[in-house]
């Protein structure tokens, strides 16, 4: 009898990755091109950037696809998206290097085995940290840029709690969007994607499972509901140390920051 060999491929498991943060985010892709863009006008096309909670990868692939003579630092703390992105972005060589560390462990900086760099970049990522270690994050981040080097954040960041009705208008258009991707084209949401790659990678699955519960006795369980304020991390810029602070692309609460170091 002939066996099928269903294991998605790592190319195949990216795309669905890519779909799957789609699906919360219609204007992903917008916002990538938005970053890349402002990336080459604030430092040109030869630089060093840090992608902060990079995931599998997906902004530095854009990024390195955009400058082929830029190269890519990709830090993160999750053994399978890390072991997705390593065997999915093969091909840039030593333009890509995969760093294994939690943003919330002050060690992170030294095992990126850079000296400064010309940029760092993030996203959907930052939102996981608690103030203290956003601000933290930021204080460090300020250190290892270079004078006139930037940070790009782009992330959901909601309202402050006077703009009661933005968030609402915010909080709506998510509703749409996912219903339309999840319930209506059938895309796999993060449940869902978590549950096809823990069949492909069940090693890495129960790493995750382990790593996950050993930081929540470490720095206490994360509320996932609670993201950072806008204004929080306008304050945590501006305490680390950055200028020109500001939002150079949006749609509703999902934001581009740009700052300056
Ligand atoms: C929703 S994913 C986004 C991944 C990728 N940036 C993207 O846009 O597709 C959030 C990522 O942040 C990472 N992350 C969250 N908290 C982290 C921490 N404390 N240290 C390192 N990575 C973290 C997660 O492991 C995950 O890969």
Not at 131 to 147: D, N
Not at 228 to 233: D, E
Request: net charge negative.
């Amino acid at each position: 009898m002939t066996t099928v060999d269903t294991t998605p491929s790592w190319t195949d498991l990216l795309s669905t990755w890519d779909a799957q943060q789609a699906g919360y985010l219609p204007r992903r892709e917008e916002r990538f091109a938005a970053m890349v863009r402002a990336l080459g006008a604030a430092v040109g096309d030869r630089f060093t950037v840090l992608d902060l909670g990079c995931g599998p990868g997906s902004l530095s692939q854009r990024v390195l696809d955009a400058y082929p003579e830029a190269t890519a630092v990709a830090v993160d703390a999750d053994p399978l998206l890390l072991r997705l992105g390593r065997n999915a972005l093969t091909g840039y060589d030593d333009r890509l290097r995969w760093v294994d560390a939690d943003l919330r462990d002050p060690s992170w900086t030294s095992l990126v085995g850079v000296g400064r760099v010309d940029a760092v970049v993030s996203t959907t990522a930052l939102h996981w940290l608690e103030p203290g270690a956003l601000f933290a994050l930021y204080q460090r981040v300020g250190q290892l840029l270079r004078p006139g080097g930037v940070l790009l954040n782009g992330d959901n960041m909601p309202y402050d709690p006077g703009q009661a009705l933005h968030q609402r208008l915010a909080d709506e258009a998510t509703k749409r969007a996912t219903h339309e991707a999840f319930t209506v084209a059938g895309v796999p949401d993060w449940e869902r994607w978590w549950s096809l790659a823990g069949d492909a990678l069940a090693g890495e699955a129960r790493e995750r499972q382990r790593r996950r519960e050993r930081a929540d006795e470490r720095y206490g369980p994360r509320d996932g509901d609670r993201l950072t304020s806008l204004g929080t991390h306008v304050t945590a810029l501006t305490e680390a140390g950055f200028r020109e602070i500001g939002t150079i692309w949006q749609d509703l609460d999902d934001r581009v920051l740009l700052a300056v170091r």
